[in-house]
């Protein structure tokens, strides 16, 4: 199990666990993505986080919030959920 930290904001990708995970993830070295929920992932605003997230899909890489229960690609509903403003 491998863990990826940042101390800057999530409103950007720039930051060194962010990139060490993606770069982990593109190598397959893991296979699922658990984060508490979108806002620590990014803050880039829905269409970044919603690319990064097909990107990890992408790779093979399932991922889950832990907050929010309808993001979750090992649940029954697969990575079928909602964004509405």
Do not use: C, N
Request: glycine share 8%.
């Amino acid at each position: 199990m491998a863990e990826f930290h940042d101390a800057k904001s999530g409103k950007s990708l720039d930051r060194p666990g962010f990139k060490r995970m993606m770069e982990a993830a593109s190598r397959r070295e893991f296979d699922v993505l658990v984060f508490w929920d979108l806002s620590r992932l990014s803050r880039g605003g829905v269409s970044e986080t919603l690319r990064v997230l097909e990107q990890v899909k992408a790779w093979g890489i399932a991922y889950r919030s832990l907050q929010e229960s309808y993001i979750d690609t090992l649940g029954p509903f697969g990575d079928v959920f909602i964004v509405s403003r």
